[in-house]
């Protein structure tokens, strides 16, 4: 016959069981574009809606699927005299997430703007600043710059 024990502390389950690997959001925000126009360059500001699927690896590592629509209908100038309309794009990336601190998160990585008149290779650089609150909420500032190969701004 064979009896087998093996103790567990209650303080190392309640930290298992704290850690979610799945992390989804929801965001309101602005995004800033860069046009030129026939008075110079001025800076478009159009409202944006973001739903982020991340899946954290461990305290420090995730993969995430970072996706928005900017909610308007808007013109930039690609070069000079050449104007494009884009209505509601929509982008997509899939970012590499590191957390060098508990509430700094760096993130980096490509995706695409898709629109139906013309789409653009995405690669996107930024930040969060995640302020805890309650259990597994939090409020994150962030900031986060888009490159579209070939297009405006």
Known sequence: MNLYAQEHSS???EHHTSFKHWRVSTIISHTYIPTETSDGKELLIVPSFWLDIEYWFNKSWAIGLHNDIELEKFEVEREEGVIIER?????FTLDALWKPTHELVLLAGPGFEIEP???????RVGF???IEFGTHWDVSPSAFYDYRAGAFG
């Open 11 to 13: 303080e190392a389950n």
């Open 87 to 91: 209505a509601f794009p929509l982008v």
């Open 117 to 123: 008149e013309e789409s653009f290779f995405v690669f």
């Open 128 to 130: 969060e600043y995640e």
